[in-house]
């Protein structure tokens, strides 16, 4: 009655499918949006690596061409850590050549931040049965503007025995 | 579920770049019918299968069907995309994915690429018994 990679696949493809096909991440006069990827918080009553998800995302989106995605900018800050502390740690580091270390001002701001939540209902159907729904929800905002320019919600439901529902 | 055959198929829509026809490169938005007979077996009916290439440069793909079935069908496709070399583009979007036929009712499935790179595709069908549809056209009218 959980979760697997099946339906993270599922929900991964019809995200993807759905952000493209609105129009949403084509930018107008052409370019690649800059996507930052924020919180998907797991409000179920299981244990769910989001990025699981997310991950799925992030690379279909890169496919699409129409879209990059930073690991400098994120919910819990620089997504590579090692990035962002090498590039200040070798700022003014006499052992390295300067002209080859990262210069001030060169990183690229993000323009679409990505966000969502899964939520976790279970309905009894009868003695026996009860019937798990997940619903994935997705939002991308303009950061620019603070508006939400796609959300999609997908609903995986699982139906089993009241001994297997995970409370 | 468990699917013992599979197999279908249906199509390769070609919206530019094929060097077999000296057809114009059909401008984004253009439709182009992919089949024009109907496809299927005595109980799942492939009536219509269209794409387009949107203003964006992504393609878009719909698929009409219709169920002459008595019972729910549970139908998975697959759609595999290629750049304009025939190369196949790998997305996760090339996935088996899940269409109910419900009895004696329409559906439909609704695509579309992975990629801008997408310049032709190919369509399965399949559903747990048998193959329902083994079609192919260029696409190109």
């Known amino acids: 009655m959980g979760l697997d990679y099946r339906d993270f696949q599922a929900a991964a493809q019809e995200m993807i499918q759905s952000m493209i096909a609105s129009g949403a991440v084509s930018k107008p006069g052409g370019g690649k949006y800059v996507l930052a990827v924020s919180s998907v918080v797991n409000d179920t009553m299981q244990h769910i690596d989001t990025d699981q998800l997310v991950k799925k995302m992030r690379v279909g989106l890169l496919r699409s061409g129409k879209v990059v995605v930073t690991t400098a900018v994120s919910a819990n800050g620089a997504e590579d850590k090692m990035a962002m502390q090498t590039r200040k740690e070798l700022r003014g580091n006499e052992e390295f050549k300067q002209s080859t270390v990262a210069k001030k001002g060169n990183m690229i701001a993000p323009d679409l931040s990505l966000s969502g939540k899964i939520i976790q209902r279970n309905i009894k159907i009868d003695r026996s049965t009860q019937q798990v729904e997940y619903y994935f929800q997705m939002t991308l905002t303009d950061i620019n503007t603070g508006l939400a320019i796609w959300e999609d919600e997908q609903v995986i439901g699982k139906r089993g025995s009241n001994k297997s529902v995970a409370w | ?141």
Request: contains cysteine.
């Open chain 2, 1 to 141: 579920m468990r699917f013992s055959s599979a197999v279908i198929i249906v199509s390769s829509l070609l919206l530019g770049g094929c060097a077999t026809s000296s057809s114009p490169e059909p401008k984004g938005d253009s439709v182009v019918n992919v089949i024009k007979q109907e496809c299927g077996n005595s109980e799942i009916i492939i009536k219509d299968i269209k794409g387009r290439k949107k203003p964006d440069g992504f393609m878009q793909v719909q698929v009409i069907g219709e169920s002459n079935s008595n019972t729910y069908q549970r139908l998975e496709y697959r759609i595999v995309w290629f750049d304009k070399q025939g190369f196949t583009i790998d997305s996760i979007l090339s996935k088996w994915r899940v269409v109910p036929a419900y009895a004696h009712q329409p559906f439909s499935i609704n695509a579309v690429s992975p990629s801008t790179k997408a310049k032709t595709f190919r369509l399965y069908i399949r559903n747990e018994k048998e193959i329902i549809c083994d079609k192919q056209d260029d696409g190109l009218e």
